[in-house]
């Protein structure tokens, strides 16, 4: 697991002006931001160090002008472990960056192991994937791309604070509005696939969704077991449907789990069925426990990388299964230019492959990153909240080779950060920065949002019902992995998971949000089943 990473402050003789830009306008010409910074002498970064140790004890025990009111600044388009026993490293900047992430995999699965009376293993638990499973109340832009809404709130420690980056795409186009759609389905027939829950689950839900797609919709077949094979090729809807049912239903388990050759053949399906000006998709369906062939990520994505990179054909990964190889679909999805989301029951499945899947077929945006550039006069150290595997270097938030996550209408994505600012300090805390490529011409575009300290909310428990919500799941996140390290929690003010429960109950009443009582649910049976010290 990765571990905790709080980034310090940097000392009084690194803020000195220093050397600017000296031409052009933008961040370069900022002295705050870090890209004017200068190299820090050996001497500055000792004393960094030991700021950095003195703050992390304290806290241990849609496209606008800029509007920062109701502690919200809102954007405007623009040219450890996980665990205490963590030791904090040495500062390396004011930046946090990272790939966007609109996977839920992690949550749900968890909520399915607590339902079966077990503990998820904490290297399941991804809390960027708790936090982004529930809705939020972020303005939204008018056509591709993103608006950022940056808030905050402090906790009961003092100095401490929650700070919550949100981003926004536009709505869902109604159905019959969007891009027509190219889907290549692989579909897991392994041995394992027999348990109910599974294969057919999935039969069920392939079916109700072929009846709901459109006519000039396609859907290609895949199923893999020892070995791959094209079961269905791609195949316009509109007076097909019968074959593809006929080829849904004719779905039946087998053996071992080749899951590279499925990949492999899915992609190779979806090339030969390739539909200029449609949203080219691969589905897999799948309990990702390989067992034969490649069964690592990178091998499989290898296979594959010419036909993902040269057509841009994405992976949405669907998870089955009380066992459930989670890393691996992860990565894959990942890597895949997609995401992954887990279904354990019909009705989870109906939202997934009814719902989910029709309405955000399209992409609003390719390889997007966010940067959060956090002001050293402010802030004495912050730490990111998950994005572990999303994690990318500084210097490569411009550089458009680099991989980024793809976004689609409908989505939003909360980045959740616990902030320790100076004692009595005052003005600029932060500035967020989100860049995406569009999806069409491939063309960067950026958006930004600011927040200062006079913004900051007065108490977690007075935020707004969903900023309490997102603190909740990550509360409940952290809590889950720093136990499994037989550690205490790592964000400051985290209450004990029976008053989580209860502070989760209160939210799904004041909402009425069904997702936030399915929260409350999964947080009390944590608490009656928190390990032995």
């Given amino acids: 697991m990765a571990g905790k990473r709080w980034t310090g402050d940097r000392p009084a003789a690194d803020r000195r002006t220093g050397d600017r830009a000296t031409t052009g306008a933008g961040p370069d010409a900022d002295p705050r931001h870090p890209r004017a910074r200068r190299p820090l002498p050996v001497l500055a970064l000792a004393l960094a160090a030991g700021l950095l140790l003195t703050s992390c004890s304290a806290g241990q025990g849609e496209h606008g002008t800029a509007d920062r009111s109701n502690g919200a600044a809102q954007s405007a388009p623009a040219p450890g472990r ?41 290297s399941t638990i991804r809390p960027e994937e708790f936090v982004n499973s529930f809705r939020q109340d972020y303005r939204r832009p008018d056509g591709n791309g993103f608006t950022v809404t940056v808030d905050g709130a402090r906790t009961d420690r003092p100095d401490w604070s929650l ?25 897991d027939v392994s041995g394992s696939m027999s348990e109910p829950g599974r294969l057919d689950l999935a039969r069920r839900s392939l079916d109700t969704m072929t009846a709901r797609l459109r006519d000039d919709d396609s859907v290609a077949l895949v199923t893999f077991s020892e070995h791959a094979e094209t079961v269905l090729p791609m195949t316009r809807l509109g007076g097909h449907r019968g074959e593809v049912h ?18 492999e053949k899915g992609y190779a399906t979806a090339v030969e069925g390739l539909r200029k000006g449609a949203t080219n998709r691969v589905v897999l369906v799948s309990d990702a426990l ?28 669907v998870g089955v299964g009380s066992d459930y190889g989670d890393a691996l679909m992860e990565r894959l999805a990942d890597k895949g230019d997609g995401h992954t ?27 997007a990153k966010a940067q959060v ?40 994505v909360t980045a959740l950060y616990a902030v320790h600012t100076r004692p009595g300090a005052q003005g600029h805390l932060a500035t967020a920065t989100v860049r995406w490529l569009d999806p069409n011409t491939r063309d960067p575009h950026e958006a930004a949002g600011q927040l200062e300290t006079g913004a900051l909310a007065g108490s977690v428990w007075e935020a707004s019902p969903r900023f309490q919500v997102t603190a909740v799941a990550a509360y409940f996140a952290d809590a889950l992995r720093a136990e499994g390290l037989r550690a205490g929690p790592a964000l400051p003010g985290a209450p004990g998971l029976t008053r989580l429960a209860d502070r989760a109950a209160g939210l799904a009443a004041r909402t009425e949000d069904g997702d936030v009582r399915g929260l409350a649910d999964a947080i009390r049976r944590a608490s009656r089943t928190e390990p032995e010290d």
């Avoid at 900047?93 to 904490?122: C, H, I, K, M, N």
């Avoid at 390989?290 to 054909?313: C, F, K, M, P, V």
């Fill in 163 to 187: 700070v919550r980056v949100g981003l926004a795409t536009r709505s869902a186009e109604p159905t019959a509005q969007r891009p027509p759609a190219a889907l290549t389905f692989v579909i």
């Fill in 290 to 317: 390989a067992n034969e062939g490649d069964t690592s990520a990178d091998a499989i994505l290898r296979r594959i990388d010419g036909a993902r990179r040269e057509h841009g054909i994405t992976l949405f990964g």
């Fill in 373 to 412: 550039a956090f002001d050293p006069h402010t802030v004495t150290a912050f730490r990111l909240i998950g994005y572990d595997d999303r994690k990318v270097a500084d210097k490569d938030f411009r550089n458009d080779h680099v991989d980024g996550g793809e976004v689609g209408p409908g989505h939003t």
């Fill in 246 to 263: 006929d080829a849904v239903d004719g779905l039946r388990p087998q053996y071992s789990t080749n899951l590279g050759a499925g990949v």
């Fill in 341 to 367: 989301v887990y279904v354990s029951d019909a009705g989870q499945a109906r939202t997934v492959f009814c719902e989910q899947l029709p309405q955000n077929i399209e992409l609003t945006a390719r390889d």
């Fill in 82 to 122: 996980g665990a205490k026993d963590a030791a904090p490293e040495q500062p390396s900047g004011q930046l946090s960056t990272f790939a966007l992430d609109v996977d839920t995999a992690s949550y749900t699965y968890a909520r399915r192991t607590l339902a079966d009376g077990r503990r998820p293993e904490p």
